[in-house]
């Protein structure tokens, strides 16, 4: 991840933090300091380094359960909105998910409790005189966030933990496509709730209301999509009707082909059959405007294009759509030649033609026979 700075590695897993985590630390120091100068300056930045540390502890307890079920996480990041483990991937066994999810929550929960303990076991001592006032506070700040976290983490509705945990207690009665559905549903119904109380007063719910909204359909399409896409093969998805252009053409002879076809992006290939880039209207109109016609496509092309072999799965394609964020992958033979073609727009019409199929929607039952790590046995 760009912008970020990685500050050890825990478990194998990185420990990133991004930039605006400091201008956010740097905003709070100010702000403090502006009320109550310097001393509550430091003070509100001790309070919100030590809530992020307890956040960062919440994505360990993610990070932690997922290992133990074999899931992967390389990296986690720390935003001034709270911390992102990156999971290799979600486990669709309705039960690896729930305890993954809850892990986080619980890790706050646990926080809190320790801290309340602290908390008691001073409160009627006689050494709470001694007891630095502002550290009992700032304890005592610190255990009400956690437990704020852990309710906040626990609303049912993606992106939240809560969404995960809903998501995973359906598709132990209706699988996990349809489980997704519902709980994407359910958790657009909330945020449009979310959103209307935060009308009358709370600009920063809706806000979150928004952002809810938006994940949770983000979260139901990919579902869909995987779905469709499980037991095809990328061969049965790709375009092979294509122009292709060659490393010496121009910019004019690749608006040329774009005029005399319904194409949006061309391939440079060369003599050997390997693709090495990909030109798209847009870069092709860019390349046009600064350099003018004359200019070789191979400067204006995208040249950091993947490619997936035709036979892998398209599970596995759309696993790195989503991954490199292109719009356009290369689809390969064994000998590493261009054989066609996979577009975010092709996907999404095969998509559409498997969910019209009789038969083709999705039922619980296709999951628990589905051989693979997240079959569910
Ligand atoms: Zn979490």
Same mark, same amino acid.
């Given at each position: 991840m760009p912008w970020s700075l990685t500050i050890g590695k825990v478990a194998g897993t990185n420990i990133r933090i991004h930039f605006t985590f400091f201008l956010f630390l740097i905003w709070i120091w100010a702000v403090y300091y502006k009320q109550g100068g310097s001393a509550a300056a430091w003070q509100g930045v001790t309070f919100v380094a030590l809530l992020f540390a307890c956040v960062l502890l919440h994505e360990f307890g993610h990070i932690f359960v997922a290992k133990h079920f074999g899931v992967k996480a390389p990296d986690v990041t720390l935003w001034p909105f709270g911390g992102i483990a990156n999971l290799d991937q979600i486990p669709e066994k309705p039960s690896e998910e729930f305890f993954i999810a809850i892990a986080g929550p619980l890790v706050n929960v646990a926080i809190a409790i320790l801290l309340m303990l602290y908390?008691? %076991? !001073?409160?009627?001592?006689?050494?709470?005189?001694?007891?630095?006032?502002?550290?009992?506070?700032?304890?005592?700040?610190?255990?009400?966030?956690?437990?704020?976290?852990?309710?906040?983490?626990?609303?049912?509705?993606?992106?939240?933990?809560?969404?995960?945990?809903?998501?995973?207690?359906?598709?132990?009665?209706? &699988?996990?496509?349809?489980? !997704?559905?519902?709980?994407?549903?359910?958790?657009? &119904?909330?945020?449009?709730?979310?959103?209307?109380? %935060?009308?009358?007063?709370?600009?920063?719910?809706?806000?979150?209301?928004?952002?809810?909204?938006?994940?949770?359909? &983000?979260?139901?399409?990919?579902?869909?999509?995987?779905?469709?896409?499980? %037991?095809?093969?990328?061969?049965?998805?790709?375009?092979?009707?294509?122009?292709?252009?060659?490393?010496?053409?121009?910019?004019?002879?690749?608006?040329?082909?774009?005029?005399? !076809?319904?194409?949006?992006?061309?391939?440079?290939?060369?003599g050997a059959g390997r693709l090495r880039g990909v030109l798209t209207r847009d870069a092709m109109i860019r390349a046009l405007k600064n350099q003018g016609p004359e200019a070789p496509v191979l400067d204006a092309m995208d040249a950091d294009i993947p490619t997936v072999p035709a036979r892998a799965s398209l599970e596995s394609a759309v696993k790195s759509f989503s991954e490199q964020g292109k719009s356009v992958l290369g689809v390969t033979d064994t000998a590493g030649r261009l054989v066609g073609m996979l577009t975010v727009e092709n996907l999404g019409e095969m998509m559409m033609l498997r969910a019209a199929k009789p038969g083709a929607r999705p039922r619980p039952s296709d999951f628990s026979g589905t051989p693979g790590p997240w079959g569910r046995a």
């Open positions: 908390l008691g %076991g !001073t409160t009627d001592a006689a050494a709470l005189m001694q007891v630095d006032e502002s550290k009992v506070g700032l304890v005592a700040k610190l255990a009400g966030a956690n437990l704020f976290l852990a309710i906040f983490n626990m609303i049912p509705a993606f992106p939240m933990d809560g969404g995960r945990v809903l998501r995973a207690l359906l598709a132990l009665k209706f &699988g996990f496509a349809r489980a !997704t559905q519902l709980a994407a549903s359910i958790g657009q &119904g909330l945020a449009v709730a979310l959103g209307v109380i %935060g009308l009358f007063g709370n600009p920063m719910l809706v806000i979150i209301a928004i952002f809810v909204f938006l994940a949770a359909s &983000g979260e139901a399409s990919h579902a869909q999509l995987r779905q469709i896409a499980r %037991g095809a093969i990328v061969a049965d998805a790709m375009i092979t009707k294509f122009e292709t252009l060659g490393p010496q053409a121009s910019v004019q002879d690749a608006m040329e082909a774009l005029i005399r !076809t319904t194409q949006k992006e061309f391939p440079i290939v060369d």
